[in-house]
């Protein structure tokens, strides 16, 4: 299929009965009209296809990089224009941007991370488009969908047209273009997310959407995107937005409990170097992924959870071991040569691993260097959660030595038990529970993150609570009964 295979292009091609569905609504529907209507990424054509047989428009455009698609496009299409170009390079400059316009279509369906992971060359300029915080870049929060940026493209280029952009994407994509839009100040007249089924339609599990945002009419101010199935675009599902500047997946019914937590979350442990950091007891010895027995000095080695072992409401015992290298970011790990001489060696056997780590967070840092560790890692009693399972599950773990959580965790770090077990209820409770599922979105690869939890005002929450809801919290939880009304009194006071 020439230069790209099927994977490099997240190549999903949309079924012509589909495209048609999405035509029928924007004429009959949204009762546009477009003068130009333009398919970036096009592949073989099936919504320029559909589109000439909805729309007398005076011409039309299908740009994409693949040589070999663009000859299968209906050369019967009227007023067709075909370009092979890259999209994210192509200029815009040419077009009359006093027409009204149609950009409809279906980028492709994968990350800028799993194009690095098969070195493909379809890869877009990097670029920190969303000026996030250039740690929380290197940790990962930079991944973005392909289709996401080439979406924002079009967005960039026609916002201030008479122009409907139509594109098939994840509904997690959706809401980061309709976030990043805020962010901007981007205006809008009119916006909706259109869910349907992406198995039958492409044969994949995801959750998908049809996004539409209008330019050119009176601007929306409100926020709020609706959604409904675009089968039943009529009845709307739920809504999500922006109420006081703050972003709710459900704006309907939701607790009132937002703020700032008083507690700071942090994230796990990252090392990216599991097959030599990360080590479990088997038959009493110590042994690596690489099923290495291991013989290292206790000092430096600590219990670890990860998102698959917060099962239980309170943990104290592990069978998983991380090495930690450092108490703080950026401390130099030469010490360990002199002070743990059987962790230096059995680091350096093995720094080939260290080297392959291809994160930049890495880059003119210390051989074996972590990140996610400060003095907040080694206090006794911490309440965690996992970052990616849909039912949150909020975990009180101690033991004799500081547990250690990996980055796919988030928690709260305490000295006193009791502030941490009445922590751990109150995230627990049903009130906190109905709070998250109206701010996050349970398709996204991580529900829970820093941003999310923080918003937890636990202060707001000790207002809505009663004892008796938090000794429910205990049962249901199967806890033996620990919580008094003095404790949580103390608690008050201390908070």
Excluded at 95 to 110: C, E, H, Q, R
């Amino acid at each position: 299929m020439g230069k790209y295979t099927k994977k490099e292009l997240g190549d999903y091609q949309t079924p012509l009965y589909f495209t048609e569905i999405i035509c029928n609504y924007l004429k009959n529907i949204l009762k546009i009209s477009p003068e130009i209507i333009i398919e970036p990424t096009c592949g073989i054509g099936n919504f320029l296809k559909s589109a000439s047989e909805y729309f007398q428009s005076k011409e039309f455009y299908g740009i994409d990089i693949d040589k070999d698609k663009l000859k299968q496009v209906n050369q019967e299409i009227p007023n067709l224009t075909l370009i092979h170009e890259d999209i994210f390079t192509f200029k815009f400059d040419d077009f009359n941007k006093d027409a009204s316009f149609l950009i409809i279509g279906n980028p492709p369906w994968i990350t800028n991370t799993e194009l690095s992971k098969i070195n493909s060359s379809n890869l877009p300029l990097k670029f920190n488009y969303k000026n996030e915080m250039a740690i929380d870049a290197m940790m990962g929060d930079s991944n973005f969908d392909i289709s996401e940026s080439i979406i924002l493209k079009m967005i960039d280029e026609f916002k201030d047209t008479c122009a409907t952009i139509a594109f098939l994407c994840k509904t997690i994509v959706s809401r980061n273009i309709f976030k990043e839009m805020k962010r901007r100040e981007i205006s809008y007249s009119f916006v909706k997310q259109l869910n349907f089924n992406a198995g039958k339609v492409f044969k994949i599990d995801a959750d998908a959407c049809l996004f539409i945002v209008q330019f050119g009419g009176e601007d929306l101010t409100e926020g709020i995107c609706e959604v409904s199935d675009i089968m039943d675009p009529s009845r709307i599902l739920y809504k999500f937005g922006f109420v006081d500047g703050k972003f709710y997946a459900n704006i309907l019914d939701v607790p009132d409990v937002d703020g700032e937590c008083v507690y700071e979350w942090r994230q796990g442990v990252k090392h990216d170097c599991s097959s030599v950091m990360e080590l479990k007891y088997e038959n009493k010895h110590l042994i690596n992924k690489n099923m290495e027995e291991v013989v290292v000095e206790s000092d430096l080695l600590y219990p670890l959870l990860k998102s698959s072992d917060l099962k239980s409401a309170v943990i104290t015992q592990s069978l998983k071991f991380i090495i930690i290298t450092q108490r703080k970011v950026k401390q130099d790990t030469s010490y360990i040569e002199k002070d743990f001489p059987m962790t230096w060696d059995y680091l350096n056997r093995n720094r080939e691993f260290f080297d392959r780590r291809k994160s930049s967070i890495y880059k003119n840092a210390s051989r074996f260097s972590i990140f996610g560790i400060g003095d907040y890692s080694f206090r006794k009693y911490k309440v965690a959660v996992s970052g990616f399972y849909k039912e949150p599950l909020f975990c009180l773990v101690y033991g004799e030595k500081a547990f250690m959580l990996d980055d796919t965790c988030y928690f709260l770090s305490f000295d006193d038990y009791d502030e941490a077990y009445i922590v751990m209820l109150i995230l627990n409770s049903e009130l906190v529970k109905e709070f998250l599922k109206s701010i996050v979105f349970l398709d996204s690869k991580r529900p829970y993150t820093k941003n999310v939890l923080k918003r937890v005002d636990i202060g707001k929450c000790l207002d809505l609570l009663t004892f008796n809801d938090l000794k429910d919290v205990e049962k249901r939880l199967m806890l033996e009964d620990y919580i008094t009304v003095s404790k949580l009194k103390l608690f008050h006071q201390k908070l």
